[in-house]
């Protein structure tokens, strides 16, 4: 299980560092074993952030990430290569994911040296084949190939592959569909559903609600650094309660309804939030003084927490 | 009326021959129609747009008319076609984030855009002011420099300006594939509302997204692989679509609602034909799975009901 508590990181920005970009901000929520969890938000909510927190290629400002119940922070050294054999990530563009002067099979060959120094060459060999059959591509035609002869969709799923061979338990899948085409990423995302049959855990991070809602148990809405509302995944999206969720659920362009002309999504023009404040203030409809404070996120039903004082008055 | 287009063919220029991005494109858009154009990438779609405005190497034209309200548009002549452009038949382009030049004031740049149109700016100044309303911008913007507006703002300040002229086609290509949800929803409807308003007469859409069209389109058109597949009203394109690549892709679509442990949805096996030398005969045969002999032709965009154009022989040819 990995868990994240008060996940925080703050960005030095401006000329000299001098102003601060609060990236993430207490962010709170758990991936269970076997259990796909979607992290939905707009461009610069932080979503990514996260990602990259849990792989260690940021730092933290704050706040503690642990898998089962080991702190990732404090991973240094062999540890922190043990750590690389569990958890892995695979991200949007797979063209820039490769070297274009190696094949792109180097990166098996990578994982072979690094990782399984001591495994006989053919064994792996077998084994590379056997993942790249799991992935659904058929070794004869992607093995021995230059990165610009493969397609989009080969070669994310050769990242795929990737990290299977490592026998991790956690994937982070960050926007990893949106650079394929509509006839192929549906089959990326089947792959990832069959993945988690065998009892990988995947945070799959994306800005596509459809997609989310498809393959994902439980989902965790962010909105600027905060978690807005989080929970089973048919909650929130049947019921969104938080006035950002209901906002974007009722902007997703949808093939079985036409937009509902009567909800007005432009920003509103009101005086700035406080900086301590909801996040959502001065875009929020129902926004009144109390939102001067960060709310908290509240259990509002089982397994559905939402981050709005509105609600949580209504609620209690 | 409208706008036609008659088997319009373009190929990309390169140094291992022509790439056959567009084949015999016939179809029309009437007055006040917004019409849709989808299709994967690398399909023509906006080789397709980008034609109609703009035809400058490495594209190279090689057969077919196009027609505005009955007079021909000479697309293959650079110069000729500065009389149409922005007047006649104007473009949102993908790249709306950057259209701006960074260093002059919004207003400015407006200013010397329209006067190298001689059109005087302070006459057309109310109507742009009326226009930025509408988009809801406010009028200080034209004081302002581009990096000062969010991708949102930007975007909508490129559509008030390809549009200040009144033209009768707009094209807008992929305008909503760099939002975020909440502004990809204002930028349609605010499209509609150039439309309503009549600040453009008709429009061609060009995205990937055919959610996006179900919502705002009149008529969507379906591309594969260079080659028009199948054009219709949205509602027939959604509900009842015939062409089996359309069929296949309408079917991919993950729809909010449906979950994969409930409804499992499928791809399309196989990937799109290199346009370098692509195959004979209908270029979807290799991926189709009702393919059969005949397919080895390549099939006619005929109509098989009214406003309805397919082309695939199990639907027109002889046993369809």
């Known amino acids: ?316 | 009326m409208g706008l036609q287009v008659e088997n319009l063919t373009i190929y990309y220029q390169t140094l291992r021959g022509d790439v056959r991005a567009l084949e015999n494109a016939t179809f029309k858009i009437d007055g006040g129609e917004i019409m849709g154009l989808a299709g994967e990438s690398g399909c023509g779609k906006t080789t397709l747009g980008h034609s109609l405005i703009f035809l400058a190497p490495p594209m190279k034209y090689v057969s077919g008319r196009v027609t505005l309200h009955d007079a021909e548009v000479p697309i293959w002549d650079m110069e000729k076609m500065n009389e149409f452009r922005f007047r006649e038949i104007s473009i949102i382009p993908q790249y709306a984030m950057n259209a701006m030049n960074p260093i002059r004031k919004i207003g400015k740049m407006t200013e010397e855009l329209l006067r190298a149109k001689k059109v005087d700016f302070k006459a057309i100044l109310p109507e742009l002011k009326r226009r930025l309303d509408l988009v809801k911008l406010p009028h200080e913007v034209l004081d302002m420099y581009p990096i000062e507006l969010s991708g949102g703002m930007k975007q909508r300040m490129v559509m008030v300006l390809s549009t200040l002229l009144n033209p009768s086609l707009l094209i807008a290509d992929e305008i909503t594939s760099a939002l975020d949800v909440a502004s990809q929803k204002a930028v349609a409807e605010m499209l509609v509302e150039f439309r309503d308003q009549e600040c453009c007469n008709s429009a061609l859409v060009i995205t990937h997204d055919i959610s996006i069209l179900y919502q705002i389109a009149d008529s969507i058109l379906i591309m594969y692989a260079g080659q028009l597949a199948e054009k219709a009203s949205t509602e027939t394109i959604i509900h009842s679509p015939r062409h089996p690549y359309t069929k296949l892709l309408i079917s991919s679509l993950p729809e909010i609602g449906v979950k994969y442990s409930e409804k499992q949805l499928t791809g399309i096996p196989g990937k799109p034909p290199l346009l370098l030398d692509p195959p004979t005969g209908c270029r979807f045969r290799d991926r189709c799975p009702v393919a059969f002999a005949k397919c080895a032709e390549v099939p006619p965009f005929v109509e098989i009901e009214r406003d309805h154009f397919v082309a695939c022989w199990k639907e027109t040819g002889p046993d369809a």
């Open chain 1, 1 to 316: 299980m990995l868990k994240l508590v008060e996940a925080t990181k703050i960005y030095r920005v401006g000329t000299f560092g001098g102003r601060e970009l609060h990236a993430v901000s207490g962010v709170s929520f758990e991936v269970k074993d076997g259990e796909v969890v979607s992290l939905i938000g707009e461009s610069g909510s932080g979503k990514s952030t996260i990602g990259k927190m849990i792989l260690r290629l940021v730092s933290m400002s704050g706040g503690t990430i642990s898998l089962d119940g080991t702190d990732v922070s404090t991973l240094k050294g062999e540890s922190l290569k043990e750590y690389y054999r569990k958890v892995q990530g695979v991200f949007q563009d797979p063209f820039s994911s490769y070297n274009p002067i190696f094949k792109a099979d180097r990166i098996f060959q990578v994982i072979h040296d690094e990782f399984y120094p001591a495994v006989d060459a053919q064994v792996w060999n077998e084994k590379v084949e056997k993942t790249l059959k799991d992935v659904g591509l058929n070794p004869e035609q992607v093995l021995n190939k230059f990165p610009h002869q493969l397609s989009g969709g080969q070669l994310q799923r050769f990242l795929i592959a990737r990290a299977l061979l490592l026998d991790i338990k956690f994937l982070v899948a960050d926007e990893i569909i949106s650079m394929l085409d509509a006839s192929t990423r549906i089959d990326v995302l089947n792959l990832l559903a069959d993945l988690k049959k065998r009892g990988l855990s995947i945070l799959f991070i994306t800005h596509d609600l459809s997609l989310a809602n498809y393959i994902s148990e439980r989902a965790v809405i962010l909105y600027r650094g905060c978690v807005a509302e989080m929970g089973v995944t048919e909650k929130i999206f049947q019921s969104p309660r938080h006035p950002y969720t209901q906002m974007l659920m009722a902007s997703v362009p949808r093939l079985d309804q036409k937009w509902d002309q009567r909800i007005n999504v432009e920003s509103r023009s009101a005086p700035a939030g406080h900086p301590d404040g909801c996040v959502y203030f001065d875009r929020c409809p129902l926004a009144f003084e109390k939102c001067r404070q960060r709310p908290v996120p509240v259990e509002i039903e089982s397994d559905h927490f939402v981050a709005c004082w509105k609600v949580s008055e209504a609620h209690a």
